[in-house]
């Protein structure tokens, strides 16, 4: 079940933003959107959630439009080591069942 | 905080056997313990929910005689691949609600390699 779409990668130059977009046009009212991120053969680790305001903190920021229909996970001077599969999954938050898409490949570049 | 420790991080087993692979939370209480399995270049697909005291709950197409959960108490979960066959060969993950936040902690992963 596509809860949610992805471009399947990206590439980004280092010190440089990256902005990985994400569409849930299926999200309903009490269903959170979370990012997480996954370096080869590691467990994924959580980057940032949010309900519909904006969040930031120290590793991101998410954008979420008005309608809720679709996100944007910024990172905002993107390294080397944040090359990674990016997830983005909705959820109705904790004790609710995690599902996970095919992600977005992003590859920051020398 | 909220660490998921995951062991073995690597096990090779034979066409047969069992594989046991556990998942402890060290510093949190964890009900409720999900598990994945992630075959190469794939998305993780969640294959079953644990929860302390209960039987899990397992998705659509996933054998719960072949991939047996238990969660007796509220620090381990544990994961059995039962009779092991080459095609269960895949990269195991373990997840489990973050006390403080809506977030999910998950494990470090085991991949198993049955021949």
């Known amino acids: 079940d596509a809860k949610t779409t992805q471009p399947p990668s990206m590439d980004c130059a280092e010190g440089r933003a990256a902005n990985l977009p994400c569409n849930h046009s299926t999200i309903s009212g009490n269903e959170y959107v979370y990012w997480y991120r996954q370096i080869h053969s590691q467990g994924p680790q959580y980057i940032i959630h949010?309900?519909?305001n904006n969040e930031t903190n120290e590793m991101a920021s998410l954008i979420i439009t008005e309608d809720r229909k679709s996100s944007t996970l910024i990172l905002p001077h993107a390294t080397l080591r944040d090359t990674a599969v990016y997830y983005c999954s909705i959820n109705g938050g904790s004790n609710y069942k995690l599902t996970f898409g095919k992600g977005t490949l992003l590859t920051v570049n020398p | 905080g909220a660490v998921v420790s995951q062991h073995p991080s690597w096990v090779i087993c034979k066409s047969g056997t069992s594989v046991k692979i556990e998942c402890r939370s060290l510093?949190?209480?964890?009900?409720?313990m999900f598990w994945y399995r992630q075959f190469p270049k794939q998305s993780l697909m969640l294959m079953a929910t644990s929860n302390e005291g209960s039987k899990a709950t397992y998705e659509q197409g996933v054998e719960k005689d072949k991939f047996l959960i238990n969660h007796a108490s509220l620090t381990l979960s544990t994961l059995t691949v039962t009779s092991a066959h080459p095609e269960d060969s895949s990269f195991y993950i373990c997840s489990a609600p973050h006390p403080q936040s809506y977030g999910y902690t998950f494990g470090s992963g085991t991949r198993l390699t049955v021949v």
């Open positions: 949010g309900l519909k």
């Open positions: 510093d949190f209480q964890a009900t409720t």
